[in-house]
């Protein structure tokens, strides 16, 4: 029962990006709006198949899974989405390149990454590499902050 909620959600949350999508300006909106649409798709095979399989295993009671959340999992993604609630606020604020910065670095930390080296590396490589698509390729302004 649960896959067939979390696959609605998939594709309610890919149609509502896809109406989004329309207003974005034409060379912008090709790239996200193929990948909504592939992502629908699955999420609509996603739900198909969580509905096979529920009827298959709807009136055998020892084969439907049993799964229990381990409080150290919850925890961690309790603080990964409270991380992103931050990163969304302060985007606007702080800018882009700040933001994503301290983002990536706290989430790679909560997510029990411990080499600095690493963590950095990523941080300053996904920032360059974003910065540079949006920016350079396709002429998107990215958010502005007090150093940036």
């Known amino acids: 029962m649960g896959e067939m909620v979390g696959s609605l959600l998939v594709f309610l949350v890919c149609t509502f990006y896809y109406y989004m ?56 993604i309790v603080a990964v989405l409270a991380e992103l609630v931050l ?22 930390y909560t997510l029990k990454m411990r080499r600095h080296v690493v963590i950095f590396a990523t941080s300053i490589s996904v920032i360059v590499v974003i910065g540079l698509v949006f920016g350079k390729f396709l002429h998107i302004q990215l958010p502005k902050g007090i150093l940036f």
């Open 87 to 108: 990163y969304v606020t302060l985007i606007s604020k702080l800018g882009y390149f700040i933001t994503t910065f301290l983002f990536l670095t706290i989430t790679m």
């Open 21 to 76: 999508s329309v207003e974005l300006p034409p060379q912008a909106k090709f790239f996200p709006q193929i990948i909504l649409i592939i992502t629908g798709v699955l999420s609509l095979l996603w739900f198909a198949d969580s509905i096979r399989k529920y009827a298959k295993n709807k009136d055998d009671e020892s084969k439907k899974p049993k799964f229990k959340m381990p409080p150290e999992l919850v925890k961690t």
